[in-house]
């Protein structure tokens, strides 16, 4: 059997051959998978006369489309489902996120759950160190109202000189 002569080659069909085969395989596969029993089909069928399962297949064609239907709908349901349970963690981790936020923007429910108290001074601004601070162009010196008078004897030079040299 294992050499064949070069007229035994020729006169084979492997075509054929590699057809029934990926038939065969692909049922064997669709079976497993819906967990039928795979039909043996008997080595001495003459090739020339065609399997006859037309009784057996009306009748499981239909109750594969039923079984397929259930199927589809069982996994719908289940897509359905995990979808919602993703919605809803969704839902939960943004509450929880937006809880979070609203409780450290307050720095006094901080000081329950056991925060520093020293998180309570006022933040220094940037320029409260620097040298020319309130040297705005129209800030006040001590509320004093820098006004001109047009008597000397009250004008505000002639109280300082007075106040500083006199008394």
Known sequence: MGQETKEEVFAKDFKRDLDDKERSSKR???????????????????TD??????????????????ELLAELARIKRERANELQKKDAEKA???????KETILSGNPLLKLGAGGPASEFNVKRRWDDDVVFKNCAKGADEDGKNDRFINDTIRSEFHKK???KYIK
């Open 28 to 46: 064997h596969r669709t079976d497993l998978k819906r967990g039928r029993a795979v039909p043996e089909l008997p080595s001495t069928l003459d």
């Open 161 to 163: 000189f007075m106040s």
């Open 49 to 66: 006369e065609p399997f006859d399962s037309s009784s057996d297949d009306s009748s499981s064609d239909e109750d594969d489309t039923g």
């Open 92 to 98: 939960l981790e943004a509450e929880r996120i937006r």
